[in-house]
């Protein structure tokens, strides 16, 4: 099916985001392309249920005027394995929520799980929103999926009228990702306005240690995607030099020590003696 260049023109511009009731569209079919629309205040502008999608061009707008109100979806990806690209749209006062709601048997099994999904060189913008309030959201409706093959690079986030705390999320309500199995996530190029986390695959991350420690423990949770466990580390490199207690010159290799603390997302950088200095870490969230 081909949808091009229509304007959906809502009957519920008026109500509130809570109180909306209709859908522009809705498709159950592969293969889809949704392109150049314009649709207003929607509870949702599209639920795609297909997987091989093609949605690029879009405008979809969906605000109130309510002071840190809610937002509905403007977009559904309904196939956990979506294999679709979701490209060069203005996703305004909404979000991309991707969920496996439609499935009989939600529980991971022997299916790709989440995966197989471009997010890209998309303008994301809200205004006056609740700070949990998050532009990628993803809602497993059963236990033991995964994050594989996603790439969200390029897009725009920009927060207006208040800061939001973190572009993408997780909704747990009925399941939590095993994030500990996330393979091959890319985001990076992105830029981030009123964002407290500004997340990257794989992060890039400058510590300085002050004292000197043979243990020097680097916090990445405000780095990584979907509150990822730092499961693997690309790089160590010393940002000028490696100082021991009498500020003589070390140089000596370490070790790192990956899925540290209680909640997976620290690494520990271990050397032979204790020394202080500056390192740049690039830290994973996923597996290759």
């Not at 559904?76 to 294999?83: D, F, G, M, N, V």
């Not at 160590?236 to 370490?254: E, K, L």
Request: charged fraction near 20%.
């Amino acid at each position: 099916m081909f949808v091009d260049r229509c304007q959906f023109l809502s009957p519920e511009e008026s109500a509130l985001v809570p109180n909306r009731k209709t859908i522009a569209l809705n498709t159950n079919a592969n293969d889809i392309k949704l392109r150049d629309n314009r649709a207003t205040q929607f509870r949702h502008f599209a639920l795609v249920a297909g997987q091989n999608s093609f949605i690029s061009g879009n405008h979809f707008f969906q605000g109130d005027s309510v002071s840190n109100g809610i937002r509905s979806a403007g977009l559904i990806l309904a196939a956990p394995h979506s294999s679709s690209i979701v490209s060069g749209n203005y996703v305004d006062n909404c979000f991309i929520e991707w969920t496996n709601e439609q499935d009989p048997a939600p529980e991971f099994n022997t299916e790709f799980s989440f995966s197989s999904l471009s997010i890209t060189d998309n303008i994301f913008l809200s205004g006056d929103v609740a700070p949990w309030f998050s532009y990628i959201v993803v809602k497993p409706h059963g236990a033991g999926h995964f994050l594989s093959g996603v790439s969200i690079t390029g897009n725009r986030f920009r927060s207006i009228i208040g800061g939001i705390d973190r572009v993408e999320r997780v909704d747990t309500t009925y399941a939590d990702l095993d994030i500990s199995r996330c393979k091959n996530i890319v985001m990076k190029g992105n830029s981030f306005h009123a964002v407290t986390a500004q997340v990257q695959n794989a992060a890039e991350i400058e510590f300085t240690q002050n004292t000197p420690s043979n243990s020097w423990d680097i916090d990445a949770s405000e780095y990584l995607p979907f509150e990822g466990q730092a499961l693997n580390v690309d790089s160590v490199v010393a940002q000028g030099p490696i100082r021991d207690a009498s500020n003589v010159t070390q140089y000596d290799m370490p070790y790192v020590q990956q899925i540290q603390g209680p909640d997976r997302n620290r690494i520990r950088v271990v050397w032979p003696t204790a020394v202080k200095g500056k390192v740049l870490v690039v830290v994973r969230m996923d597996n290759r």
